[in-house]
């Protein structure tokens, strides 16, 4: 059964998206078959399983960025990108 989910998640680590967190980011994303794409803007999402294209995000400490999951994983995927994001990508601050 296909699921879809629309959330909002804030980058809280220090040093923001960058090329280290994205590889999580992303390495967590392929984890799962399901569409994950993600974004500052709602209208206008990249695909969260593209290390390139999350950097380019720049999306720096406090910054919201919007999910989409859609797939028969999607419950699963959001709730382990949440959890990556808010133990900042396993990072200290």
Avoid: W
Avoid at 22 to 32: P, Q
Avoid at 35 to 44: F, N, S, V, Y
Wanted: glycine letters at 6%.
């Amino acid at each position: 059964m296909s699921q879809s989910i629309r959330t909002e998640l804030i980058i809280i680590n220090r040093l923001g998206l960058h090329a280290r967190a994205a590889a999580k980011l992303a390495s967590t994303a392929g984890k799962y078959g399901c569409t994950i794409k993600t974004g500052r803007d709602p209208q206008k999402l990249v695909d969260a399983k593209s290390v390139m294209s999350l950097m380019l995000l720049a999306a720096t400490q406090g910054t919201t960025l919007h999910f989409y999951f859609d797939g028969s994983d999607a419950e699963r995927a959001h709730r382990d990108i949440e959890h990556l994001i808010a133990n900042r990508f396993d990072e200290e601050q």
